[in-house]
């Protein structure tokens, strides 16, 4: 048999929760570094993908690559953690604390950052030739999608704020879903395909993505994208935090938890 039924991938999202939440610092801090990397090196190739085509659904059916990749080797998405982590909480595992779950949570988004960056640093080097020239058509499109999505929202005010939260939430609903599709399977095969389809749907419709957003917009200032850091926190990567909690949390993780652990009563026939 190949599907774990949700009575049992549940049981083993409070389990993967809770070993992580114990997981020392250097492996959180190493595990998120390597996702970021991944993730960032993905993101790379469906902007160029989408470059090279024209078609932008074609880079939303390859940019699963990174996360199937990432998932299947162990390394920690802080997306997938602010799902999880909780549950072990909800569960009353020895141990944890919402001083854990923080804690869990912040060494893994400060790995996701530095790999991401480093992955930027990288990026930028490559496109620009050691920045010698100007940005490729690949860097001219990180730009452009960098600047619509931090000063496209701060031109909006509190609409673009809301906006770019919204997005968060939607995008994580999904994301968290594809962590969970690699509890869902039994074979590679299996765990690959069910990671994908959500990841897809998220990329395709533009959701906004905390560690993908750790990449995207230092690397379009670093090409010379015309806005700055305070800009890119306000308003876009504070709010895409917060709606990736709501949206991971809330929407996907505390609704699977309900029914298929804390399930109500069934009704006497």
């Known amino acids: 048999m190949s599907y774990n039924k949700p009575s049992e991938f549940v049981q083993t999202m409070i389990d993967v929760g809770e070993a992580k939440i114990k997981t ?19 993101v790379v190739v469906a902007i160029t993908t989408i470059v090279q085509t ?33 549950l ?18 912040g060494l893994v988004g400060l790995g996701n950052l530095i790999g991401s960056l480093i992955v930027a640093a990288l990026i930028a080097l490559s496109l620009t030739m050691n920045f010698s020239v100007e940005p490729n ?3 001219q499109k990180f730009m452009a999608v960098a600047t619509a999505r931090t000063v496209g929202f701060e031109n909006l005010g509190m609409d673009g704020w809301i906006t770019c ?9 999904m994301v968290c879903l594809g962590v969970i599709g690699n509890m869902t399977a039994r074979s590679v095969a299996g765990k690959i395909a069910a990671m994908w389809l959500p990841i897809f749907i998220f990329f395709a419709l533009v959701f906004e993505h905390a560690v993908v957003n750790m990449f995207l917009f230092p690397l379009g200032m670093m090409l010379g994208a015309d806005f700055g850091i305070t800009t890119w926190l306000s308003y876009n990567l504070i709010p895409t935090i917060l709606g990736n909690i709501v949206g991971g949390l809330l929407f996907t993780c505390i609704p699977l938890y309900l029914t298929h652990v804390k399930t109500a009563p069934s009704l006497d026939a």
């Open 24 to 42: 020392s610092s250097r492996d959180l801090i190493l595990r998120g570094t390597m996702a970021g990397i991944i993730l960032s090196l993905a």
């Open 54 to 86: 024209g078609v932008g659904i074609v880079g939303a059916l390859v940019f699963p690559v990174g996360f199937c990749i990432l998932s299947l080797m162990g390394y920690d998405l802080v997306t997938g953690v602010f799902g999880l982590a909780p």
């Open 88 to 105: 072990a909480k909800f569960e009353n595992r020895k141990g944890v604390s919402w001083g854990c779950v923080f804690r869990c949570w």
């Open 137 to 139: 058509a690949v860097g």
């Open 165 to 173: 939260f919204v997005r968060g939430i939607l995008c994580n609903l």
